[in-house]
């Protein structure tokens, strides 16, 4: 049974900072691309972040600079770090794991978790 759950969303002021995890189960996590995507209501859901297995990143432009992407095989967590958070960061976050780098619609999805900036 594979599981994705997020944690460490909540709100924060413009400029702050707030760090997300991603706990996953059920797979081998070490054989997957994880990824962080995010939606805001009325905006569709766009990818984040991504990492490959051995570490190679990959940032949208709107937050290259500012959020970091990590993982932890051995404990099999996925983190993003979002530092010097701006209003438009408001939204729903979501850890998804795929066997592809490019399919992650075609993957594993965790619940999200609510990140509000103001």
């Known amino acids: 049974h594979v599981q994705l759950v997020e944690s460490g969303g909540g709100s924060a002021q413009a400029g702050g900072s707030l760090r997300l995890s991603c706990v996953a189960s059920?797979?081998?996590?070490?054989?997957?691309?994880m990824a962080w995507f995010r939606q805001a209501p009325g905006k569709e859901r766009e990818e984040v972040a991504s990492i490959d297995l051995l570490g190679p990143t990959n940032y949208a432009d709107s937050v290259k600079g500012r959020f970091t992407i990590s993982r932890d095989n051995a404990k099999t967590t996925l983190s993003l770090q979002l530092n010097s958070l701006k209003p438009e960061d408001t939204a729903m976050y979501y850890c998804?794991?795929?066997?592809?780098?490019?399919?992650?619609?075609?993957?594993?999805w965790g619940q999200g978790t609510q990140v509000t900036v103001s």
């Open positions: 059920g797979y081998t996590y070490n054989r997957y691309c």
């Open positions: 998804a794991a795929s066997f592809v780098c490019d399919y992650f619609t075609k993957g594993y």
